[in-house]
């Protein structure tokens, strides 16, 4: 009979199935990222969406395959915690070899929290820190690559341009590369250089989503350095430059929370997020893996953020966040903190239908559904454990009363079994009662821009209620209260069928037959909570939305495939056509 296998053998044998599981969903990833060129070169945007929705499934995929195998290997010694320590150390010796290892560490994570279900943290099967601080290895590759301006600031956009091989003929590129060298002499002369660009820092990889493709960069000009994202668009007649972007502002909301993950062809990750908080340095770590794709890993990294936070919550303790309160989520956050923490409540009010998994359900959808730069990401976490102090008096008798389901207090701490983290964002109606009126004005503007967004990406909101939506710190409306989102193209858009008499009308109950899936847009008008100046703007703007066929117009070029681009940059950085 064959020998068991050692606790040596086993913890190699176990380290390696992770490891091997772990390059076997790179290796689809990265499959999946290298489309994203024919996609663009192909303008078949219909497959793009399908790729990005593919692509984020892959994780969970891969999870539950080492999971179900680790299972079978280690058989009843699953949870034996000295050999899953054996297992942590083996591994990260074999990381040594990787060039994306910090991905690696995740993964071990995410199949050990499977096994385990860890409350809070436990160093010794998980990597609550990285093992390296610095790349494990020497780079194979280089992120980026420098050109020098040995001409004109047209000319070296140029030059940029004809580095990729991908590009269909450009409509223009004469025209185009004037256009871009214009604003970018513009801006730099507005930061007191002469305007010439001196060199250029160019990250090797296109990244592409939606519609759109991106160069991403940074500019020298004497004692200026400003990012660069050149925008481009490939319409029917050819590749267009659409837009230049050029402050660290612009770039924030390109790789913003609310927009979708970008397909972007990296090696070693970490060296590409550097390289973009040089141009972003106000942005999170974990927002920039997230927004290239690792959102797992982007979540490990918010996690050591948040440990680390916890460690001096004395001083900055959990408060219930500001706005109306809600009747399917508990909302706290610290006030000096820019995140949010998201709790379901164990009962909803009335007229709330609605269950716990269902909302859970909506939150899965968002997602894996492009957001439009409108639904506002969130991080899942399930088994937080913080110190009793860290929390008001007055949130903990929240905490109680509304969600003992998923908080457990114990003496030793509190322990959240399930619970969403989000960018904070100031809710709409508490902006709209502090703002001035030209704020207000263009709140409400794009309160109704949000909406249409929302639309023509297949979502609506709901309860389209001011208390629903928030603004950014860039001043973007954007919506985070999902228990009743849906598809649009589930939803019948009706009008008010007349009365039959004039009875019917002062009636308490509708005359007529209402379905589940009814919506009645001329009821979105008691929606509007301002008057005056206010009703009026949003009115003279998207009076639209109140009419049958905007919705069913929307829908059905939905169902016809017609996918909008959605610019996730101001027009004042468009390239001027006329």
């Known amino acids: 009979m064959?020998?068991?296998?050692?606790?040596?053998?086993?913890?190699?044998?176990?380290?390696?199935?992770?490891?091997?599981?772990f390059k076997t969903y790179r290796t689809r990833f990265k499959e999946i990222t290298e489309r994203a060129q024919s996609r663009f070169l192909d303008r078949d945007w219909q497959a793009m969406r399908t790729d990005a929705t593919q692509r984020l499934e892959l994780y969970r995929d891969a999870v539950d395959r080492i999971e179900t195998g680790i299972r079978q290997l280690l058989a009843d010694r699953v949870q034996d915690r000295q050999i899953w320590s054996d297992i942590k150390a083996a591994y990260s010796a074999m990381l040594v070899r990787n060039d994306d290892w910090e991905l690696a560490e995740t993964f071990f994570n995410s199949t050990?929290?499977?096994?385990f279900s860890t409350v809070g943290?436990?160093?010794?099967?998980?990597?609550?820190?990285?093992?390296f601080d610095m790349p494990p290895v020497p780079t194979t590759s280089r992120c980026c690559y420098s050109l020098k301006n040995l001409e004109s600031n047209a000319q070296l956009i140029k030059r940029i341009l004809a580095q990729y091989q991908l590009m269909a003929p450009f409509q223009?590129?004469?025209?185009?590369?004037?256009?871009?060298?214009?604003?970018?002499?513009?801006?730099?002369?507005?930061?007191?250089?002469?305007?010439?660009?001196?060199?250029?820092?160019?990250?090797?990889?296109?990244?592409?989503?939606?519609?759109?493709?991106?160069?991403?960069?940074?500019?020298?000009?004497?004692?200026?350095?400003?990012?660069?994202?050149?925008?481009?668009?490939?319409?029917?007649?050819?590749?267009?430059?659409?837009?230049?972007?050029?402050?660290?502002?612009?770039?924030?909301?390109?790789?913003s929370f609310t927009r979708s993950h970008f397909h972007v062809d990296v090696d070693r990750p970490y060296d590409l997020v550097q390289f973009l908080k040089t141009i972003l340095p106000h942005k999170r770590t974990a927002e920039l893996y997230i927004s290239i794709g690792f959102h797992k890993h982007g979540k490990t990294e918010l996690y050591r953020e948040l440990l680390e936070h916890l460690s001096v919550c004395y001083e900055d303790r959990f408060d219930i966040s500001r706005g109306q309160?809600?009747?399917?989520?508990?909302?706290?956050?610290?006030?000096?903190?820019?995140?949010?923490?998201?709790?379901?409540?164990?009962?909803?009010?009335?007229?709330?239908?609605?269950?716990?998994?269902?909302?859970?359900?909506?939150?899965?959808?968002?997602?894996?559904h492009d957001r439009a730069g409108r639904l506002v990401d969130a991080q899942a976490f399930e088994y937080l454990k913080f110190d009793g102090g860290c929390f008001s008096t007055q949130l903990l008798t929240e905490l109680k009363q509304g969600a003992g389901n998923t908080v457990r207090i114990e003496e030793d701490g509190i322990?959240?079994?399930?619970?969403?983290?989000?960018?904070?964002?100031t809710p709409l109606d508490i902006f709209l009662q502090e703002a001035s009126e030209a704020e207000a004005r263009e709140a409400v503007i794009d309160w109704g821009n949000a909406i249409k967004d929302l639309a023509v990406s297949d979502i609506f909101p709901g309860d389209i209620l001011l208390k629903n939506f928030g603004l950014t710190r860039h001043g973007r409306v954007v919506f985070y209260d999902y228990d009743e989102l849906c598809s649009l193209t589930s939803c019948n858009f009706r009008k008010f069928p007349p009365p039959s008499v004039n009875e019917d009308e002062?009636?308490?109950?509708?005359?007529?037959?209402?379905?589940?899936?009814?919506?009645?847009?001329?009821?979105?008008k008691s929606f509007i909570e301002f008057s005056g100046s206010l009703r009026e703007v949003f009115l003279e703007h998207h009076a639209d939305l109140f009419e049958v066929d905007f919705w069913q117009q929307t829908q059905e070029m939905i169902r016809a495939g017609e996918l909008p681009h959605i610019f996730p940059y101001a027009n004042r950085c468009r390239i001027n056509r006329n």
């Open 121 to 131: 943290v436990d160093s010794k099967i998980e990597f609550v820190n990285t093992d």
């Open 415 to 425: 322990i959240v079994n399930h619970v969403y983290v989000e960018r904070r964002v």
């Open 112 to 115: 050990t929290r499977r096994i």
């Open 172 to 255: 223009n590129i004469e025209y185009d590369a004037r256009q871009a060298a214009h604003k970018i002499k513009s801006r730099l002369q507005n930061l007191g250089s002469s305007g010439k660009i001196e060199r250029i820092d160019i990250v090797q990889s296109i990244f592409f989503r939606g519609m759109g493709a991106y160069i991403v960069g940074r500019i020298y000009s004497g004692s200026a350095g400003i990012p660069l994202a050149i925008a481009l668009l490939n319409l029917r007649d050819g590749v267009v430059i659409d837009g230049v972007l050029l402050n660290e502002d612009d770039m924030s909301v390109l790789f």
């Open 2 to 21: 064959p020998q068991p296998a050692s606790d040596n053998e086993l913890a190699d044998q176990g380290a390696k199935a992770i490891l091997t599981a």
């Open 506 to 524: 002062m009636a308490a109950e509708p005359w007529f037959y209402v379905d589940e899936n009814d919506v009645f847009p001329e009821e979105l």
């Open 325 to 368: 309160r809600g009747m399917v989520m508990i909302v706290f956050n610290m006030p000096n903190d820019d995140l949010v923490f998201k709790l379901i409540r164990d009962r909803f009010d009335t007229p709330k239908k609605t269950t716990r998994r269902e909302v859970m359900d909506k939150y899965d959808l968002v997602f894996r």
